[in-house]
């Protein structure tokens, strides 16, 4: 069985909203970021990104790892991308020009969207949007995502989703990278086509199923 090492407030949200949509058996095996944790060295510490243990798993120290029969994937988009192809369905390419337009799309994300966004998440968690500062901080960021944006908008404008006029990995991997920047709504009133994408794959069972899990985890 596909073990997932990790826990639902990270970008296991990735591979655990897949496992959702394909109804697919999985065990997690709880693993916390080592910065939430006061002293992640200490004995008897509970399994974080800093144990030995995990660390000679994933060198990296990060979650999500997934372990599938022998293969260890240690980043999160390749894991997402795996699990769909080996799973097969609709979630998956169905031939090599999906295959690379999932992985384009993908990338896109990761590149090109991720690390600013990520600045809007973080401002949020950090209580820091609602002041004059944050959201001076979450403005220059939207400037330097409406590039990217403008792209994923003239997309939806001509397709409900990102491959194969169906929802599939690449959706979630988007749509998980997209969300980082979700706390600043002025970016979404600008791209409303791309906020209705946004709105429509988060409607889903699978969606909703793991978000809930993510809001009753205590960490
Ligand atoms: N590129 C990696 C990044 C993984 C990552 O940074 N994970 C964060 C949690 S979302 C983490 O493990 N942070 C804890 C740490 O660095 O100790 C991926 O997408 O899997």
Same mark, same amino acid.
């Given at each position: 069985?596909?073990?997932?090492?990790?826990?639902?407030?990270?970008?296991?949200?990735?591979?655990?909203?897949?496992?959702?949509?394909?109804?697919?058996?999985?065990?997690?095996? /709880?693993?916390?970021?080592?910065?939430?944790?006061?002293?992640?060295?200490?004995?008897?510490?509970?399994?974080?990104?800093?144990?030995?243990?995990?660390?000679?798993?994933?060198?990296?120290?990060?979650?999500?790892?997934?372990?599938?029969?022998?293969?260890?994937?240690?980043?999160?988009?390749?894991?997402?991308?795996?699990?769909?192809?080996?799973?097969?369905?609709?979630?998956?390419?169905?031939?090599?020009?999906?295959?690379?337009?999932?992985?384009?799309?993908?990338?896109?994300?990761?590149?090109?969207?991720?690390?600013e966004a990520l600045k809007i998440a973080m401002a949020n968690n950090e209580g820091r949007l609602?002041?004059?500062?944050?959201?001076?901080?979450?403005?220059?960021?939207?400037?330097?995502?409406?590039?990217?944006?403008?792209?994923?908008?003239?997309?939806?404008?001509?397709?409900?989703?990102?491959?194969?006029?169906?929802?599939?990995?690449?959706?979630?991997?988007?749509?998980?990278?997209?969300?980082?920047?979700?706390?600043?709504? /002025?970016?979404?009133?600008?791209? /409303?086509?791309?906020?209705?994408?946004?709105?429509?794959?988060?409607?889903?069972?699978?969606?909703?199923?793991?978000?809930?899990?993510?809001?009753?985890e205590v960490e």
């Amino acid at each position: 069985m596909l073990k997932i090492y990790g826990v639902y407030k990270s970008r296991a949200t990735r591979i655990l909203w897949l496992m959702e949509e394909l109804g697919a058996p999985f065990e997690l095996v /709880p693993v916390l970021q080592a910065y939430k944790l006061k002293d992640p060295m200490a004995d008897g510490v509970r399994l974080n990104t800093r144990s030995p243990e995990f660390l000679a798993i994933n060198p990296m120290g990060s979650i999500p790892t997934i372990e599938d029969d022998g293969l260890v994937l240690n980043e999160s988009l390749a894991q997402t991308l795996y699990v769909a192809k080996t799973s097969g369905g609709p979630l998956a390419p169905k031939d090599a020009a999906e295959d690379a337009l999932m992985l384009q799309w993908t990338l896109f994300g990761a590149t090109s969207i991720e690390t600013e966004a990520l600045k809007i998440a973080m401002a949020n968690n950090e209580g820091r949007l609602g002041t004059e500062a944050g959201q001076a901080e979450a403005k220059a960021v939207a400037r330097i995502l409406a590039r990217p944006f403008g792209v994923l908008e003239k997309h939806f404008a001509a397709h409900d989703y990102a491959v194969g006029e169906r929802f599939t990995v690449a959706d979630i991997n988007l749509a998980e990278i997209v969300r980082y920047a979700q706390a600043y709504q /002025p970016l979404f009133d600008a791209h /409303p086509k791309t906020a209705a994408w946004l709105a429509r794959v988060q409607a889903r069972p699978g969606f909703k199923a793991m978000w809930e899990k993510r809001l009753a985890e205590v960490e």
